[in-house]
């Protein structure tokens, strides 16, 4: 497990970022070799950063079958109270086998779920977890799955779309919508090692920004 957070970070108003990387890679190699630190930098949210193992592979057992007993994992190892803010769940690729299993959770914390090329037609209970309060949201990137995320989007008729990541600046409306899907040009892995989509997708959370944090001080 990884923990991280921006040198301005204000816990008093932060929220949580939770990755799950996935398969062919475990926790230490995705937090380095994916610059994970640098990438949550860039997206500039005021939000505890952690990062968690999960399975290198499809016959692995999922670790952290429970997010709430993460989090308090996460709480003991800083010896510290988390932030009550928003939680955000983000996971890459095989990562969907660990989110699955926390989006079932009754006690479940997460506001908003973002998949990165991480949707494969198989996880049925997405539209139900949406729809079961209005404060949820889904941020949805789409490479090699998009035949899949095609079909779920075709049911979420509020989806906001985007064809595409900008090569500079925001994705427009993206804070404000509660289901984003964004075909990306980017492949599979490019879009957890670019560092281009990882900052532009967080930047989408709902959570304050470090330099909206400054501006009130």
Avoid at 181 to 209: C, E, K, W
Wanted: hydrophobic letters at 45%.
């Amino acid at each position: 497990m990884h923990v991280w957070t921006p040198p301005a970070y204000d816990p008093s108003t932060a929220g949580i970022v939770v990755y799950v990387h996935g398969y062919y890679t475990d926790v230490d190699r995705a937090w380095e070799r994916h610059r994970l630190p640098e990438q949550f930098a860039a997206s500039a949210l005021n939000a505890l950063f952690v990062a968690c193992e999960a399975p290198a592979g499809p016959r692995e057992q999922v670790q952290w079958t429970s997010l709430r007993e993460l989090l308090d994992a996460v709480a003991s190892h800083l010896d510290a109270s988390l932030p009550q803010g928003r939680v955000v769940a983000v996971g890459h690729s095989g990562a969907h086998r660990t989110l699955s299993r926390w989006v079932a959770e009754e006690s479940s914390r997460i506001e908003t779920l973002v998949l990165l090329d991480a949707f494969y037609g198989d996880d049925t209970s997405l539209p139900g977890w949406l729809n079961a309060s209005k404060d949820r949201r889904l941020i949805n990137v789409a490479a090699d799955t998009r035949r899949w995320a095609e079909q779920l989007h075709r049911l979420l008729p509020d989806t906001v779309l985007h064809d595409s990541f900008p090569s500079a600046g925001q994705l427009a409306g993206a804070r404000d919508a509660r289901i984003l899907y964004v075909r990306s040009q980017f492949d599979h892995m490019t879009i957890v090692t670019g560092g281009v989509v990882i900052p532009l997708i967080l930047r989408a959370a709902r959570i304050p920004l470090v330099t909206e944090t400054l501006s009130q001080l």
